[in-house]
């Protein structure tokens, strides 16, 4: 069994021993790993039991079962890295149950197809999204890519696949090493099973999200966020259902599994566009917040409203629900979703740690209220600290705009809004 260590609300075990990770690999086992976990979701949907952790926030067996599977498909790839979960390991291991013969095999194919198809990201050789490859993770492109790869001969699936390990005390050069392969101990994968455990409580099941993110030296490097029921008007991974948006710099962009790639949007405010409008057209123009409902009230929605009052953001909000999901109204929105404000705890590093490392590849921010990038690092003394460790104590302020962003801070300290 993996070193484990528990702490309050989170679980931080260690994979196998080896010290080097592939992370292209790693990546590919996390777009799978939210496939898996998306099974659990939707098959208890209709018989899941809600009960409420110390901390107060509402958890199923659907989140556990979920974790469980998540880091059972991140185990498959070799390295001593860590894994950093928002439900207990104990809880989890409860909940696991043994993968049928069907569900492995389809764990192996989004695998396999998903190390394809980041490959090909990763090469920079995909076409643009006016006439595009079809990515191996899409019904069309999984045909087209086993076809080129039979064509190619067994030296290309076998180059395709290929997973590079060093074994301890075996000296590999940096002339010999890809870049994507770095020393495990570098590396913390976060895992939020399933956000939006509210709604999905309540069976509202549009605002659910599975969120996996790989941490490099406590930088977001990469993240995935899946959607277990499918997504308006994106494509899904071959017949599960699952749509999954994916990226980071480790990258170097933005896409959607098995579909397009995800063009950075930017603050669309005429001011700073330069465009002139009619006065009585102008707040069309500019970018939108998005904020929960019941969150909303006191400094939140008083500072949008300040915001909107000198001409930053639009005056009415969006309110919708999960971390998850606000954070995908950032990258693939369509009413110029710019902005998440929510300057309190509330959150945790689980929460965002994906949508960090994809919005930071397309030059956006995410940030604490005071502007500050926040602390991935995970060690022992800090799981003692209990449930608080990975909280965002200090908020979160996020835009996929780095523009906004830094205007969005400014104003904040400039009214001592962090008083309030």
């Known amino acids: 069994n993996p070193e484990a260590t528990a702490a309050t609300s989170s679980s931080l075990s260690l994979s196998s021993s080896s010290k080097m990770v592939n992370l292209l690999d790693l990546a590919a086992s996390a777009i799978a790993s939210t496939v898996a976990a998306s099974r659990p979701i939707r098959e208890l949907s209709d018989n899941k039991t809600i009960r409420q952790k110390e901390d107060g926030s509402a958890v199923t067996n659907a989140d556990f079962a979920a974790q469980g599977n998540i880091v059972r498909t991140l ?96 000296d590999t050069s940096a002339a010999e090493t890809p870049e994507y392969v770095v020393n495990a101990s570098r590396v913390s994968v976060f895992v939020d099973p399933l956000d939006g455990t509210k709604a999905y409580a309540k069976g509202e099941y549009d605002t659910v999200t599975t969120l996996v993110a790989i941490i490099l030296d406590n930088q977001p490097y990469f993240g995935v966020i899946t959607k277990p029921f499918g997504y308006k008007a994106q494509t899904s991974i071959l017949d599960t259902g699952c749509v999954s ?103 945790s590093r689980w929460d965002v740690a994906a949508s960090d490392a994809i919005l930071r590849a397309f030059g956006g921010r995410v940030t604490d209220k005071y502007g500050e990038d926040l602390d991935y690092s995970y060690y022992p003394d800090r799981a003692e600290q209990g449930g608080d460790a990975m909280e965002n104590t200090d908020g979160i302020i996020a835009s996929n705009s780095a523009t906004l962003h830094a205007e969005c801070i400014r104003l904040f300290k400039e009214g001592n809004w962090h008083e309030r």
């Open 245 to 347: 948006i994916y990226g980071g710099n480790l990258l170097r962009g933005v896409f959607v599994a098995g579909g397009k790639v995800c063009s950075a949007k930017s603050a669309s405010s005429s001011s700073s566009s330069g465009e002139n409008v009619d006065d009585g057209d102008q707040e069309s123009w500019l970018p939108r917040a998005v904020i929960s409902q019941s969150r909303s009230e006191g400094i939140v929605l008083d500072f949008v409203n300040h915001l909107a009052s000198v001409g930053v953001v639009h005056s009415e909000p969006i309110y919708v629900s999960g971390a998850g999901e606000k954070s995908l109204r950032l990258i693939v929105g369509t009413e110029d979703e710019t902005l998440w404000f929510f300057p309190k705890a509330g959150t």
């Open 75 to 170: 185990r498959q790839v070799p390295g001593n890295f860590r894994i950093v979960g928002e439900e207990s390991q104990e809880e989890m291991e409860r909940h696991m149950k043994p993968e049928t013969n069907e569900e492995y095999e389809e764990r192996q194919q989004v695998f396999q197809l998903a190390q394809q198809e980041l490959r090909y990201r990763y090469s920079g050789n995909y076409d643009s999204n006016d006439d595009p490859v079809p990515m191996p993770l899409s019904k069309e492109g999984q045909v087209y890519h086993q076809q080129r790869l039979a064509e190619a001969g067994a030296e290309a699936a076998t180059s395709a696949s290929s997973s590079v390990e060093a074994e301890g005390g075996e």
